[in-house]
């Protein structure tokens, strides 16, 4: 058996003992990451899909133009850096060891040929790297892990939002449902009093 799977059986049976015992879970940390994990899905996947959407439809209407190349030519090298962000807070939430899919995400923006300078020497020239931008975009748009990296990015915001949906719902029953009439219980309150399905 390997290291790694006797440590993932090992947080399991952790994560076991304490999801059976209330009060335990309650004052875990790992219920408040995982929540505060959940609850910035919806933030951070409306500042992707805000930021990612845009470029890509607004590149795709200007490409007769030949503004639309310089804009779609934005989104590898951002979709890789939101990648490397969101695999940052899962491994900081979650209690993750997510790698990077080829050891380091910005391997192939590294790779690109150094920037010449102008004749001058003092200035960069535009078009060289304008030129050295669409080459390093061209190479990350053909790999595989650029793609899945897009969907989840794009995708974030919706899950987000049905996250964030399916929480409120929760802390709407548990407020109205639970907590409320128990706490009128416990005051002697004869106005609110608590039914056969809230006890």
Do not use: C
């Amino acid at each position: 058996m390997s290291a790694r799977s006797m440590t993932m059986r090992l947080d399991g049976s952790r994560v076991g003992r304490i999801a059976l015992h209330p009060l335990r879970l309650l004052l875990s940390p790992r219920l408040w990451q995982s929540l505060a994990f959940l609850l910035l899905n919806l933030p951070a996947g409306l500042l992707y899909f805000s930021v990612l959407f845009t470029l890509l439809s607004v590149g795709m209407g200007l490409l007769p133009v030949g503004v639309g190349v310089v804009l779609l030519t934005l989104v590898p090298p951002l979709t890789l850096l939101g990648t490397r962000i969101e695999r940052l807070r899962a491994n900081r939430l979650l209690g993750a060891m997510l790698p990077s899919p080829r050891g380091n995400v910005f391997a192939s923006l590294r790779s690109a040929p150094e920037t010449p300078l102008t004749a001058e020497g003092s200035r960069l020239n535009p078009l060289h790297m304008l030129r050295a931008l669409l080459r390093s975009s061209w190479a990350l748009a053909h790999e595989r892990d650029t793609w899945r990296s897009l969907a989840y990015l794009l995708l974030l915001y919706p899950i987000g939002t049905i996250e964030i949906y399916a929480f409120k719902v929760q802390w709407d029953i548990f407020t109205s449902k639970i907590a409320g009439p128990a706490l009128a219980a416990i005051g002697g309150s004869q106005t609110a009093r608590p039914g056969l399905w809230e006890l």
